[in-house]
């Protein structure tokens, strides 16, 4: 098992959860289970890493990989706003057509 507390671990980790996380933006209840998971696995383990990167430096290689982490949580995001979106534009849609036929 990979030892999420050292930053090799926790980066494939985050990775592994955001990529999981795409997959499922059209299953919101399965979607909100993986961001949950993603949030948690911030919220415990990512404290102990900003502690590792103070104390020891972020190479470069270490930075290209945060930034590139950084770049997969806003494709996420972009992601679930635009299924949102979509949704909102069904629903307006329908409800224009129910207005009209009724």
Not at 29 to 56: G, M
Not at 67 to 80: F, G, Q, R, S, V
Request: charge should be negative.
């Amino acid at each position: 098992m990979t030892d999420i507390k050292n930053l090799d671990g926790f980066l494939n980790a985050l990775n592994d959860q955001i990529e999981g996380a795409k997959l499922l933006v059209s299953d919101g209840p399965a979607f909100l289970d993986a961001t949950q998971a993603i949030e948690k696995l911030l919220a415990e383990v990512w404290p102990t890493i900003e502690a590792s990167l103070r104390d020891n430096g972020v190479s470069s290689d270490d930075q290209e990989r945060l930034l590139h982490l950084l770049e997969a949580i806003n494709a996420l995001e972009t992601k679930a706003r635009a299924r949102l979106a979509w949704s909102e534009d069904f629903e307006a849609h329908m409800r224009r057509t129910m207005e009209t036929t009724s």
